[in-house]
């Protein structure tokens, strides 16, 4: 069995959540411009770029690409203007001992998340030097549900993805880690990330010894 050497987290969702804040920017942007945009709606944009986001909140209406290019522009600057209220107090709970124990085990710790604002998010939450590796809304092509992202990070990480771990709340995300040929780790309800090799509700009271022996086992045991 290959011994297993980094973690991939995803970020919103996973080590903050940063949901109120894009929800708060996409209203705005909605709210300016006419759109019906609701707290449902929102949640149908977990784990999808900002474009794919963009194109579900107006729900097949159609605009122009300059005003399409403008409101991503605009939603990205009242998000930015958001974020800057992240502190290291909005790591979720669990997060902060889990990396720490990761990195004291030897487990190289990297990042593949869909926003452009990732390396901005984690040095506000105090954890941008514990990462080895970024992956963000810059560093591929193909997004989530594609491997790509978290193939890249393991790349940068110099490990193989059978090697790797990936931390996903989206169905998006655990389908990409899956098709990179990565063990996963699903934080949320079965309903949303039952696909991955191992569940959890949340990495509050989880170790890393504990997290690396269940993923032996389902590995052992076919899962």
């Given at each position: 069995m ?47 770029d ?46 902060a ?11 190289k ?30 560093s ?45 780790v ?21 170790h ?7 993923l ?5 045991g076919?899962?």
């Open positions: 290959t011994d297993i050497k980094a973690f991939i987290f995803d970020l919103d969702g996973v080590l903050t959540d940063t949901a109120e804040f894009h929800f708060r920017a996409w209203k705005r942007l909605a709210d300016e411009n006419g759109l019906p945009f609701t707290r449902e709606d929102n949640d149908q944009l977990r784990g999808v900002r474009a794919e986001s963009l194109r579900r909140l107006l729900k097949g209406k159609e605009v122009p690409v300059e005003q399409f290019t403008a409101w991503l522009a605009l939603k990205n600057d009242y998000y930015r203007a958001y974020l800057k209220e992240i502190t290291p107090a909005d790591l979720l709970p669990g997060v001992l889990f990396l720490t124990e990761a990195q004291e085990a030897g487990i710790i990297g990042v593949g998340s869909a926003s452009k604002n990732a390396r901005e998010v984690l040095q506000n939450l105090g954890i941008g030097a514990l990462m080895d590796a970024v992956g963000d809304g810059y591929v092509v193909n997004p989530k549900p594609a491997a790509d992202l978290f193939v890249w990070v393991a790349g940068r990480l110099d490990v193989s993805p059978a090697q790797t771990v990936v931390f996903e709340d989206a169905e998006a995300g655990i389908d990409a880690a899956k098709r990179g040929g990565m063990l996963t699903g934080l949320g309800p079965a309903s949303r990330v039952g696909a991955a090799t191992l569940v959890l509700s949340t990495l509050d009271g989880v890393v010894a504990d997290v690396l022996a269940m032996n086992a389902a590995r052992a076919g899962g």
